[in-house]
């Protein structure tokens, strides 16, 4: 990998529900200073008391909070599921039907 090809590991990048790449902050440090001082507390609690196998959960939830409108959307979509919605579901499970 070439020098110019590295990630920059403080942040990393995934898509909204519209394709829209967004950006997000990786790090406890990172994602603690993108967050509204107001948060900052109730974060830093959490993190510190979190279990191990749950930190990487709960980080990218915190991260997501740093991007307007991405809990509402993320939550928007679950309510759509519960709902019985499964439009622009994509599954690797087999079709009723399908040989597995």
Not at 1 to 24: A, F, I, K, N, Y
Request: glycine share 8%.
């Amino acid at each position: 990998m070439h020098e110019d090809e590295r990630v920059d590991p403080t942040t990393w990048t995934t898509h909204d529900s519209d394709g829209q790449e967004v950006t997000l902050p990786s790090t406890i440090a990172e994602v603690r200073a993108a967050l509204p001082a107001e948060r900052r507390a109730e974060f830093e609690h959490e993190m510190e008391t979190t279990p191990g196998q749950y930190l990487t959960m709960r980080l990218a939830m915190w991260a997501l909070e740093t991007v307007h409108g991405a809990i509402e959307e993320i939550d928007g979509e679950v309510e759509r599921l519960r709902a019985g919605d499964f439009s622009h579901v994509t599954t690797t499970l087999p079709a009723e039907g399908e040989a597995g």
